[in-house]
């Protein structure tokens, strides 16, 4: 294996699969921070060149956490179809990329391959793409899934209804979803984020959400975003959930620190088949993004890009029904600004795809970023040219409780009509019933909450 090259009359030496993968890495200021970063774009250059020829059989040998001491290693390398891994380990990851990118490989190829890639190996191709290289590559992925609705059909897009309130009041909720359901958004999930993440509370935004989905007939899931188990204990004291929640990372360390394990998804997963409201088979919904292993200072000296890559591997084995990152939302210590924010936002989106997640993306930010809403704007016009499955729904972009921006109401009705794009098959028929839209447009009476009177 090759770790060294000559680069305008410079040697660079790298000394482990790691530090290549992390040094290939575009400019992230996490990765900087943790010191693993290149130190110079010549030296990106030179990693990038090692990297493209590096056989995949190396990045599976030598994995950047090992397999005896991290449980996201063992889950992705258990996973993996060996049958297919051998029949491709010699390639080099620039093979890989030229066979991704080929106009003969299509949807089923790619599905084919995924199965026999680690999270590494995904993560190194991504290294090497360009932007409009991710964009093209994730265009060719869309993968479909099941909880009370069909996510992921060609030529429709969701979106969650994300109600927030500082201090959980039913109403402010309750004015909040019924302004985004008005607006066509909520077909992915009507999801609250908890301020009080008791039990008692918990079931009680879970019962009031699923009775309004009841009395309306709306076709969608309800989730409320508390840990996974306090959802559980709710669950089990008769809780209506048709989708469960979790944030998840590329680490053992870093899972830990959220309180979440194997042990405890698998529960949660046979509990939501046996308790839960939801038709199924796609009950699980989770959360990652770029940076939350540094910032939990459990990133094990490896790269924040490769460990989000780990994350869907770690994801992919529950068969989600929704994914997505909020790669912005920690702030500048992990993505410095609206550029590496959008860079994130596309290689988050291929990386899930290409490990056949039903990918969204939440282009977040914070407003200690230098970043803005043009910055969020262009990332979520550029992930939806590539294929994201859905996106957030925030009243005003402005997360009143959790205090960051993300797409609003209006910008999911604008990601729509830009490509022509539609709800849910299921949720666009109560839209019209409803007189919200007709022909695939929003009607005057979106934005009208009366329809609820």
């Not at 030598?62 to 297919?84: C, G, M």
């Not at 932007?131 to 429709?156: F, W």
Request: glycine content about 8%; some cysteine.
């Amino acid at each position: 294996m090759k770790l060294a090259c000559v680069v305008r009359k410079q040697h660079y030496q790298f000394t482990s699969v790691r530090d290549v993968l992390a040094k290939a890495s575009e400019e992230k200021s996490g990765d900087h921070m943790s010191k693993l970063a290149a130190n110079s774009a010549l030296e990106r250059m030179a990693a990038k060149v090692v990297l493209s020829e590096m056989q995949l059989r190396d990045i599976y040998e030598n994995p950047v956490i090992p397999y005896e001491k991290d449980e996201v290693t063992r889950i992705i390398y258990d996973d993996i179809n060996l049958s297919i891994y051998n029949e491709i380990k010699n390639w080099t990851v620039g093979e890989l990329r030229e066979y991704i990118l080929s106009f003969s490989t299509g949807i089923p190829e790619l599905t084919r391959i995924s199965r026999g890639l680690t999270s590494e190996m995904i993560s190194a191709t991504a290294k090497l793409m360009s932007s409009i290289d991710l964009v093209m590559a994730s265009q060719k992925m869309k993968h479909q899934a099941y909880c009370n609705t069909l996510i992921g059909e060609p030529g429709r897009l969701a979106f969650r209804c994300q109600p927030n309130h500082p201090i959980d009041d039913p109403d402010g909720i309750l004015a909040s979803m019924k302004e985004g359901l008005s607006y066509g958004s909520g077909d992915a999930v009507i999801g609250i984020n908890p301020n009080n993440d008791s039990v008692e509370s918990v079931t009680k935004l879970l019962k009031m959400t699923h009775d309004f989905m009841q009395k309306w007939e709306i076709p969608t899931q309800n989730c409320v975003l508390a840990h996974i188990t306090t959802q559980m204990q709710a669950l089990r004291g008769g809780a209506p959930i048709s989708l469960m929640f979790q944030s998840l990372a590329g680490s053992q360390r870093a899972n830990d620190a959220f309180g979440v394990n194997k042990e405890i998804l698998d529960e949660a997963m046979d509990l939501m088949l046996r308790k839960g409201t939801a038709s199924g088979p796609n009950v699980m919904y989770f959360e990652t993004g770029q940076g939350s292993e540094v910032s939990l200072d459990s990133h094990e000296g490896v790269d924040m890009q490769t460990l989000e890559a780990r994350t869907y591997g770690f994801c992919r084995h529950w068969k989600p029904f929704m994914v997505n990152n909020v790669s912005g939302f920690i702030g500048p210590e992990t993505l410095y600004d609206g550029r590496q924010m959008i860079r994130a936002d596309l290689e988050d989106l291929f990386m899930g795809k290409l490990h056949g997640l039903p990918m969204g993306i939440a282009p977040t930010y914070t407003n200690h970023m230098y970043a803005d809403q043009n910055d969020q704007e262009i990332a979520g016009m550029l992930t939806t040219l590539a294929g994201a499955n859905f996106y957030m729904g925030v009243p005003g972009g402005d997360d009143v409780m959790l205090s960051y921006q993300d797409t609003s109401y209006h910008d999911d009705a604008s990601y729509r009509e830009l490509l022509g794009l539609r709800p849910l098959r299921e949720f666009e028929k109560w839209l019209e019933k409803m007189g919200i839209m007709e022909n695939g447009r929003l009607t005057e009476r979106a934005g009208d909450l009366t329809i609820f009177d």
